[in-house]
C-alpha cells in the first residue's frame, strides 16, 4: 500500500526568508509525485509535479520539487517565500496500476511580516 | 470552463438526516472520486469511480454511498448523518491515465448537528 507522511504540521517563517517542506513516501511500484496548495476555504489547486524525466520540477511562482527516489523523497523548496505563500501544502502520491491518490496530512506554511 | 462543480457550497444536517452531494466535471474526465478533509489528517478518500460505472471504495466508505450517474457526474450520499462526518468534502476529477493530476472542486463544509 501507498503512504505519504509530512512530518511538519506546520512552519512559520519570515517573509524572504527559504523554506523547505518535506514529503517522504512509500511505494513498492513507480510513483508520480504531487504538490497541491490550498488557500482559506479553497479547493486545492496543482503546484507542480513529477511524472518522469528530470528529477527537479518546478512551478511558475518560484517552489520546486526534487524526487529523490533512494530517499523516497519529494521535497518542496523555495528560496524566498512571500506572504501571499501563507497557505497549506499537501503532498500527494498515485502509481501505475492504481486509480488513487494519496494525500499527506498536510503542512500549514505561515509567513510573518 | 468550470471544471469540477460541487453543490451545495453549505449544509447543516441534524443526526440521522440524509442528503446527496452532487459532483460534476466538465473536462470529459474518466476517473472521480470523493474526499473528506478534516483537520489534521490531510485528505482521506472515501469512494472513486475509476470509469463510468465502476465504484470501489476507498479509506473511510462507512456510512456513505456513491452513484456514477454519468460520466459528467458522481454524487455521495449520507443516509444517516452522524456528528462524526462534519467535514470538508471534496470531489476530484482526473483524466484516469495515473501520470495526469487530480482537479478538485470547491468543496462542501457539512456541519451534522
Known amino acids: 500500500a501507498q503512504s505519504v507522511t509530512q512530518l511538519d504540521s506546520q512552519v512559520p517563517v519570515f517573509e524572504e526568508a527559504p523554506v523547505e517542506l518535506r514529503c517522504n513516501y512509500s511505494?513498492?511500484?513507480?510513483?508520480?509525485l504531487f504538490w497541491y496548495v490550498q488557500y482559506p476555504n479553497q479547493g486545492l489547486q496543482l503546484l507542480l509535479k513529477y511524472l518522469s524525466g528530470s528529477t527537479l520540477v518546478e512551478s511558475i511562482n518560484g517552489f520546486e520539487a526534487e524526487f529523490n527516489k533512494s530517499q523516497t523523497s519529494f521535497h518542496l523548496r523555495k528560496p524566498s517565500v512571500h506572504i501571499s505563500d501563507t497557505a497549506e501544502y499537501f503532498c500527494a502520491v498515485t502509481s501505475s496500476g492504481t486509480y488513487k491518490y494519496i494525500f499527506g496530512t498536510g503542512t500549514r506554511l505561515k509567513v510573518l511580516a | 470552463n468550470a471544471g469540477v462543480t460541487q453543490t451545495p457550497k453549505f449544509q447543516v444536517l441534524k443526526t440521522g438526516q440524509s442528503m446527496t452531494l452532487q459532483c460534476a466535471q466538465d473536462?470529459?474526465?474518466?476517473?472521480m472520486y470523493w474526499y473528506r478533509q478534516d483537520p489534521g489528517m490531510g485528505l482521506r478518500l472515501i469512494y472513486y469511480s475509476a470509469s463510468e460505472g465502476t465504484t470501489d471504495k476507498g479509506e473511510v466508505p462507512n456510512g456513505y454511498n456513491v452513484s456514477r450517474l454519468n460520466k459528467r457526474e458522481f454524487s455521495l450520499r449520507l443516509e444517516s448523518a452522524a456528528p462524526s462526518q462534519t467535514s470538508v468534502y471534496f470531489c476530484a476529477s482526473s483524466g484516469g491515465r495515473m501520470n495526469t493530476e487530480a482537479f478538485f472542486g470547491q468543496g462542501t463544509r457539512l456541519t451534522v448537528v
Open positions: 473536462m470529459n474526465h474518466n476517473s
Open positions: 511505494s513498492s511500484v513507480s510513483v508520480y
